[in-house]
């Protein structure tokens, strides 16, 4: 993956390509997009010739005005602990999430997620932070991506580990397991707990 240094920049290259063939119709301004998105792709991912093609590859599916993706989380505490499940591509742990679904308000879909993810019924609360990811010492991702993380009531259903996890359990503030950096970071994790203890407080937001 390309220095954190350069993602900005290698995802506005993306976002102006594929705005770009989205509206252009002259095939000489389609073949200058093209390469600049060529450009975007090789920035992000590094020398490596397989993360290139990966690159392209996701780019290439892209279509339309270019905008963020949105991920969204439940937070979901009982008793000071908080609901966290592990992902199976890193085996390490996250606030139940993941993309918001086409057809699904941003509510709705971190409800369905956290069900499917950790087996639980929940109803969202309210919205606790919106992240722009590129604003928090995340790994690089190919993707600007907008995190929306909500506070999340149990309405039903019993911890269990499911599709994309491996394991779900509840976890005090001071026994936090490794993190899935990728999608959430310590300092997130805290002010999570933080907010919890201050209802008062409105959402936060980048």
Not at 27 to 55: C, F, N, V
Not at 61 to 74: H, I, L, M, N
Not at 118 to 141: C, F
């Amino acid at each position: 993956m390309a220095p954190s240094s350069w993602v900005s920049l290698a995802q506005k290259l993306q976002s102006i390509a594929q705005t770009g063939l989205a509206y252009a119709r002259d095939p000489y301004d389609r073949e200058r997009y093209e390469e600049l998105a060529r450009i975007g792709a090789s920035m992000l991912a590094g020398p490596e010739l397989q993360r290139l093609e990966i690159a392209e590859e996701l780019f290439a599916r892209e279509r339309g005005y270019a905008t963020p993706k949105v991920d969204v989380r439940g937070a979901v505490i009982q008793e000071g602990k908080l609901l966290l499940v592990r992902e199976s591509e890193d085996h390490c742990w996250t606030l139940p999430g993941g993309w918001a679904d086409v057809g699904l308000s941003p509510a709705q879909s971190v409800e369905k997620e956290v069900r499917e993810e950790a087996g639980l019924i929940v109803k969202t609360r309210r919205l606790i932070a919106v992240w722009d990811r590129n604003k928090h010492p995340h790994p690089p991702h190919l993707f600007h991506i907008y995190k929306l993380v909500f506070q999340c009531d149990v309405l039903g259903g019993s911890p269990e580990a499911q599709g994309e996890t491996t394991g779900v359990g509840f976890f005090r503030e001071d026994e936090i397991p490794p993190l899935s950096l990728t999608r959430i970071l310590p300092a997130q994790i805290r002010y999570v707990f933080e907010h919890a203890r201050h209802p008062e407080w409105a959402t936060v937001f980048d």
